[in-house]
């Protein structure tokens, strides 16, 4: 039986180094009045690659050391992985490519006012500012201030099977502010080894992380609370999967609040 296990993160990053912070930061007494409570913050690099990039596997090999430091310190910092399709006429067709991945990067593009497409490329919690995903001064940098800034949303979702079918429900619960925000779901494999036959980085065994396998949208309509159906392999081993959920501004982009979901088959 598939346990689902959830991993909770109560921890600050200052240049890779690690000090403690409470998960909620309550408004003093006489101010409560006015402001809102605010959370820690967690936080969402959505990154951009294919294995047709020779510059995508010192990106794929930061975000493994990321994802390992927040993994083991409960560091409430994600990381996924989609792969374009632009590359795939140079040599080598990437097996985890989608072309909604390369729409959903020229979105962003066009969210945020940029001209030029490239990869590893990476947001930060849907910033207005694109980093090259091996950029670690400057995605240390943006982490350490996001990190320190308390945020007025917070995320929770939890997983259920749906009987008879290859298919889970999954159910949140926000809090703060998500007037026109969209759920998306995230269904990544953790750990992908693949040997690349052609192109930029041929001879190569690439080490994938988070990467995306389906991906799936919700439109809140400003609700709290709801539910979306993701379906999945019952033959994966699923140990080796999660499920990131993160809440987006339908109109800038900008991420609010994101969770994440691990699974056990213990």
């Not at 990053?13 to 409560?32: I, M, R």
């Not at 632009?86 to 080598?92: A, D, F, L, M």
């Not at 910033?127 to 943006?142: E, L, M, N």
Request: charged share 20%; proline share 4%; glycine share 8%.
């Amino acid at each position: 039986m598939v346990q689902i296990r959830r991993t909770i993160s109560y921890f600050i990053l200052l240049s890779f180094s690690l000090t403690h912070v409470g998960a909620q930061v309550k408004p003093t007494e006489n101010a409560a009045a006015q402001k809102p409570i605010l959370y820690q913050p967690s936080i969402l690099i959505e990154m951009f690659s294919s294995e047709g990039c020779s510059s995508c596997p010192v990106a794929d090999e930061f975000m493994g050391e990321l994802i390992h430091m927040s993994d083991s310190v409960g560091l409430a910092v994600y990381v996924i992985d989609f792969h374009v399709d632009i590359w795939n006429r140079s040599g080598w067709v990437d097996p985890y490519s989608d072309s909604n991945y390369t729409k959903r990067q020229q979105t962003y593009l066009k969210k945020k006012w940029l001209s030029s497409t490239y990869t590893p490329m990476a947001f930060i919690n849907g910033g207005d500012k694109d980093f090259a995903g091996s950029d670690k001064p400057g995605i240390g940098r943006t982490l350490h201030a996001l990190i320190n800034t308390p945020s007025q949303h917070f995320l929770r979702t939890a997983l259920g099977p749906v009987e008879g079918q290859d298919s889970m429900l999954l159910t949140y619960q926000a809090w703060g502010n998500i007037d026109s925000c969209d759920l998306r779901v995230a269904f990544i494999q953790k750990r992908i080894n693949n040997m690349v036959m052609g192109g930029e980085n041929s001879g190569l065994v690439l080490h994938h992380h988070n990467l995306v396998r389906n991906f799936y949208t919700l439109n809140t309509d400003g609700k709290d609370k709801g539910t979306i159906k993701i379906g999945y392999n019952p033959d994966f081993n699923m140990e080796n999967f999660a499920v990131i959920s993160y809440l987006q501004h339908q109109r800038t982009w900008k991420v609010l609040a994101a969770d994440r979901i691990t699974f056990s088959t213990k």
